[in-house]
Every structure is written in structure tokens, then in C-alpha cells.
């Protein structure tokens, strides 16, 4: 992990996504530039924030944990850049609600 991410803490109810990358060939099928590019949908989760913090003053409890693995929104999240970090790790803060499973292990 970078010094950035490394340091990281998401505010609120967000989590840091590692997304899984995308895949250049299926069986003995090349991939077009088009369908690459295209944003993934899983990946691992690297930090997660405290929960939103409601009006009596309790935290709202959060379904993910470091390492679960996860199903994100298409197009979810803010990417994080660094230049340490190389392309096959792509990082992205996300709000907790635009993740929509865990996949088990």
C-alpha cells in the first residue's frame, strides 16, 4: 500500500476499495480497449470509517469490515491518485451505501 493510503482515514460512513482489476482476456477472447476501461464492480476493502455520527451523539453501525470483499455501484466513489500506485491497484473512497454486497469467502 502507498504512504497516502497508508495514512488514509475515511470521515464518516466511507470506506477505501482496493477494485479488482479488470480482466485484458476472457478464456482465448481479447477484451476490446472499450470493455477495459469499464469501471469493476468488486474489490477489497482497505479502511473504513467510524459511521455516521447521528443526532443523539452514537455512531451508526457499519456492515463492512477491513478485508471483506465487496460489490460497489458502477461508477461509485471518488479514485484516489498516487503516483506509487501502480494500475493493477486501483483505490477508490466510496460512501458506505454505494456498496452493495459482501461476497463470502
Same mark, same amino acid.
Given at each position: ?8 482515514? +475515511?470521515?464518516?460512513?466511507? %470506506?477505501?476499495?482496493? &477494485?479488482?482489476?479488470? #480482466?485484458?482476456? @476472457? !478464456? ?21 470509517? +467510524?459511521?455516521?455520527?447521528? %443526532?443523539?451523539?452514537? &455512531?451508526?453501525?457499519? #456492515?463492512?469490515? @477491513? !478485508? ?38
Amino acid at each position: 500500500m502507498s504512504d497516502i493510503l497508508a495514512t488514509c482515514t +475515511p470521515l464518516g460512513s466511507r %470506506a477505501v476499495i482496493r &477494485r479488482d482489476a479488470a #480482466d485484458k482476456k @476472457v !478464456g482465448a477472447i481479447m477484451l476490446p480497449e472499450t470493455v477495459q476501461a469499464s469501471p469493476k464492480q468488486t474489490g477489497v476493502v482497505i479502511a473504513v470509517g +467510524p459511521g455516521k455520527l447521528l %443526532a443523539d451523539g452514537i &455512531r451508526e453501525p457499519i #456492515d463492512v469490515a @477491513v !478485508g471483506d470483499r465487496v460489490i460497489i455501484s458502477s461508477w461509485a466513489g471518488l479514485e484516489i491518485r498516487d503516483p506509487n500506485v501502480t494500475p493493477e491497484n486501483e483505490y477508490i473512497l466510496v460512501d458506505i451505501d454505494a456498496i452493495q454486497a459482501k461476497i463470502p469467502a
